[in-house]
């Protein structure tokens, strides 16, 4: 099991921008190993921008049950974990739609 700590990059996470570009860093760490733990411990504002762009596009690269079964998060304040949950249901409807 390998971490991404998202404290590394900053403590506020607002813009599709970074959301991407944390994206790029996180898929191939997925790709390469068994689980992923996203730690958000010391993060204090992830926007619905940022956490569609960043974790809910995983979705395009695999299905829900391997992202479940690939990553597991800790340290989401409830904020941040709202606006994670409202990005990936918002994300799989509109793929299931497709």
Same mark, same amino acid.
């Given at each position: 099991?390998?971490?991404?700590? @998202?404290?590394?990059?900053?403590? $506020? @996470?607002?813009?599709? $921008?970074? *959301?991407?570009?944390?994206?790029?860093?996180l898929l191939p760490?997925? =790709? *390469?190993?068994?689980?992923?733990?996203?730690?958000?411990? *010391?993060? =204090?504002?992830?926007? =619905?921008?940022?956490?569609?762009?960043?974790?809910?596009?995983?979705?395009?690269?695999?299905?829900?049950?391997?992202?479940?079964r690939r990553t597991? @998060?800790?340290?989401? =304040?409830?904020?941040?974990?709202?606006?994670?949950?409202?990005?990936?249901?918002?994300?799989?409807?509109?793929?299931?739609?497709?």
């Amino acid at each position: 099991m390998v971490e991404f700590k @998202f404290i590394t990059y900053g403590t $506020d @996470f607002g813009t599709r $921008d970074m *959301g991407q570009k944390l994206r790029e860093k996180l898929l191939p760490l997925i =790709n *390469g190993h068994e689980k992923v733990v996203l730690d958000f411990t *010391g993060v =204090n504002v992830v926007s =619905n921008s940022f956490a569609d762009e960043c974790i809910a596009k995983l979705l395009l690269e695999m299905p829900l049950a391997e992202l479940k079964r690939r990553t597991t @998060f800790r340290g989401l =304040n409830p904020l941040a974990e709202r606006s994670v949950l409202v990005a990936l249901q918002r994300r799989y409807k509109v793929l299931s739609r497709l």
